[in-house]
DNA sequence: ACCTGAACACCGTTCAAGT
DNA sequence: ACCTGAACACCGTTCAAGT
């Protein structure tokens, strides 16, 4: 029925699978009747469930490297790459909203490699770019620094309102709590809190990505402009 | 020789646990062993593992509550209270570096709660102070998710350099692999990161985490400084 | 009233055995 | 060469049984 097993098609069966049911619902029994054959199976490929995780953020954030959007076009400058390749990052997460979680919280490589930035290949671009357009080391560095702390918080946080469903396994029954009232939870005592609840609820994440990512560029470029003071 | 059992003794030992030997490793039967009972002795106070990693987040952050440095002088103004806040959750995090992924990433209570402010009593809070310095709501609102995005990326990386040691469980041999070299991992390619390596190692949180704190904080005092304009 | 032992359904992983 | 079955050590969780 299935064609041969493979790693890339085992990583990609994995990415789906967590897609539609969660990464608690990922065990390698379950991912291996996915693909239509017995868990022990994956072993040829896969050497243990942890690494197969590993592959699973490589894998989403190749998708990066084939997107058009984000190839470097030198001669916007440096800014409009960051947005390009913030935005880029930011489809990334939201195709793949249960992986997200994963990408942010892997133990990275080294140290140094901060998430969702993962790729060896993507920081020396990033670098290239910043100290082409004449950022000091440390001023690229501490970019970098910026850059990354915005794009984790902001996707982790976007991200966590679209998980697969309510996660509540297979909703088998009406046995609900009564949950007294739609989105009562014991408001009662916090009088702002009701009041803004409406507001609260809205969902302003694209306005909210642009400008502060925009707020964030302009900082850095007020550092460019200014710079050497702090250049050791 | 162990006192009775209860909820809260269960949770804090839980918390001791995983501040020990990591996430990972926490399990119910582990958990039961360093309390010196049986694994199913604890259903009797915790209704399951999930419910107990709640309770394991709820109690970590109730420290803010007993923190005197957080709790509120209103004398000096909402700029005064963000920093105090911020501070006390960083110490948190500090405190509970193996922790705090956890009180990033578990699904909230309702979605507009945004970790790592995870409870009602300092959303109230927050607001209040807000609303009091002159905030609209949608104003305040818009402070609330930029400094919970900031707050929430920043811990997560400060905190992820700081693990339970190296995860390896017990690092039981020499049978490390030669990792060819002290910090080197196919670097030859990447000319700007080679580059940037020593810079890159060098940990800043302390300088960022205040300076991009204060950058919020003046992005924010500017908007009140003009509000309405977007106010409905 | 509080804890334990045995049991169940499920894991990740290994390995000899089948095709 | 590639997959399966059986097995091992470990999980979370339930419940009757012990003290």
Redesign the interface.
């Known amino acids: 029925m299935t064609d041969r097993l493979d790693q890339q098609r085992i990583v990609h069966a994995a990415i789906e699978f967590i897609d539609q049911k969660g990464l608690h619902a990922l065990t390698m029994r379950r991912l291996g009747a996915f693909l239509g054959v017995e868990a022990m199976a994956l072993y040829r490929y896969v050497p243990s469930r942890e690494d197969l995780l590993d592959g699973v953020v490589d894998a989403v954030l190749d998708a990066l490297h084939h997107d058009p959007e984000v190839h470097l076009h030198a001669e916007h400058g440096w800014q409009d790459y960051l947005q390009r390749l913030a935005h880029g990052i930011r489809r990334i997460a939201l195709d793949h909203p249960a992986v997200f979680?994963l990408v942010?919280?892997r133990?990275?490589?080294?140290?140094?490699i901060?998430?969702p930035l993962r790729s060896?290949?993507w920081?020396?671009s990033f670098?290239?770019v910043l100290?082409g357009a004449g950022f000091s080391?440390?001023g690229?560095?501490?970019a970098?620094?910026?850059y990354?702390?915005?794009?984790?918080?902001?996707l982790?946080?976007e991200v966590?309102?679209r998980?697969p469903m309510t996660?509540d396994e297979d909703d088998d029954g009406d046995d609900e709590a009564p949950a007294a009232g739609p989105?009562d939870?014991?408001?009662e005592?916090?009088?702002?809190?009701r009041?803004?609840?409406s507001?609260?609820?809205q969902d302003?994440s694209v306005a909210?990505f642009e400008e502060?990512l925009e707020?964030l560029l302009d900082?850095l470029e007020m550092r460019v402009r200014r710079r050497g003071r702090r250049g050791r």
């Open positions: 979680p942010a919280t133990p990275p490589a080294a140290p140094w901060r998430p060896l290949r920081l020396e670098f290239t100290e080391d440390d690229a560095v501490r970098y620094r910026a990354t702390t915005f794009l984790l918080g902001h982790l946080l966590s309102h998980g996660d989105s939870m014991g408001l005592n916090y009088p702002h809190l009041a803004l609840e507001l609260l609820d302003e909210e502060a707020s900082r």
